[in-house]
């Protein structure tokens, strides 16, 4: 009975495993190699427009990580997510719009207000419809979404409706800060703001990940696979599916916060619409359902998309200035957008990251078969 006690569970084993090898996996070093990439982005690549992107694929891709969360690792459908996202961006620009004059609180207590509002509306949402069934929690988020949506969108005396909400950060975030350069690139407060944004993005994405390999993210993978057999075993599933909701729209909201703090603008399409869901819905799908890492992959490939591919026609009309049919199919840059995610989708069905893992895998398993 001593001996039964003392040996290890199988949990207790793959952490054993994985903590010989945590310093040799090849995915640590390409972690370190796109840390790399974003610390040094804005010093090798100054232009607002490269830095613009780094940001935002920072951002977007805990935004999408934090919706895996909810829909890749616990199986959950919402359609309000990026309406926690809004609540964070609106937190910022209200709090600082309001107050006539920025200050240094005001971030934080944004953050504050945004983690409160949102966890409170995740609570409610969650009580209300995760106990519904099937595809009509689904409509009772999009019911949400929709609400929260107009509600931005009317009530202008507090967010200025369709107008929006323009701020300025204080001190050293502020865009008119400069303060010479830095390895050739100009010190200001839009360099500041983006290491400010870098660092807080990898913490988010530290804690999604410490979340989803804790003991409380194995039971959520339970749940998604096979939720009676949850049951059966003891767990009270529906309080497990709350605080996954919970805590993914509350990293959400922070988010929200990072990107306002961005673009010191927020207005409802830009934080609250429906396209801001489809993307972030396909930032997970592309880079693969319940992997977090790929959000990295399919927010890269969104905001590089949306980015550079409108340039088709200015490039059609430098190398082509004669060809009019080359610049018209060159306008239609959204069509290969379209077919560039079909593609992902026909070659990666388990998205980016999902569809390597799986190639590594039986990869590993011929190689130990000849050993047996």
């Known amino acids: 009975m001593e001996n039964k006690a003392m040996q290890p569970t199988p949990v207790q084993m793959e952490r054993r495993a994985l903590r010989q090898v945590r310093f040799t996996r090849p995915a640590l070093w390409v972690q370190l190699l796109l840390l790399a990439c974003l610390i040094a982005g804005p010093l090798l690549l100054p232009s607002f427009r490269a830095m613009d992107v780094m940001t935002k694929v920072m951002i977007f891709a805990v935004v999408a990580a934090s919706y895996d969360l909810i829909l890749g690792y616990t199986g959950i459908l919402s359609l309000a997510h990026v309406t926690f ?15 006539g004059h920025s200050a240094w609180y005001h971030i934080f207590v944004a953050m504050a207000l945004a983690v409160g509002l949102s966890g409170v509306l995740a609570v409610a949402l969650a009580f209300f419809s995760l106990r519904v069934k099937a595809i009509f929690f689904t409509m009772m988020s999009l019911a949400f979404a929709e609400f929260v949506f107009i509600l931005g969108d009317q009530w202008h005396d507090l967010t200025m409706g369709e107008d929006g909400v323009s701020f300025n950060l204080p001190g050293v975030f502020n865009v008119n800060w400069s303060s010479g350069t830095i390895f050739g690139a100009p010190l200001n407060g839009r360099l500041l703001t983006y290491y400010f944004i870098l660092v807080a993005s990898v913490l988010l994405f530290i804690g999604l990940v410490r979340f989803v390999r804790s003991p409380v993210g194995r039971v959520l993978k339970s749940v998604r696979d096979n939720e009676q057999r949850s049951t059966a075993l003891g767990y009270k599933t529906f309080h497990y599916k709350v605080l996954s909701n919970v805590f993914g729209s509350v990293v959400a909201s922070l988010a929200g ?9 927020v207005n409802p399409t830009s934080v609250l619409g429906v396209p801001v869901m489809l993307n972030v819905l396909l930032m997970v799908i592309i880079g693969g359902m319940g992997t977090l890492y790929g959000s990295i ?8 998309a949306e980015a550079w591919l409108p340039d088709l026609q200015k490039l059609a009309v430098l190398l082509l200035p004669t060809v009019e049919v080359a610049h018209r199919l060159a306008e239609r840059w959204i069509l290969y957008f379209g077919i560039l995610f079909i593609l992902v989708v026909i070659f990666f069905p388990k998205g980016l990251v999902g569809t390597a893992r799986d190639i590594i895998a039986r990869r590993k398993l011929r190689l130990a078969e000849p050993n047996h």
Request: aromatic share 22%; net charge neutral.
């Open 257 to 265: 916060v990072l990107f306002a703090m961005w673009l010191g603008y």
């Open 85 to 99: 996202f809004g609540i964070g961006a609106y937190s910022l620009a209200l709090v600082t719009f309001h107050s």
């Open 297 to 304: 992959m399919g927010a890269a490939f969104i905001q590089v």
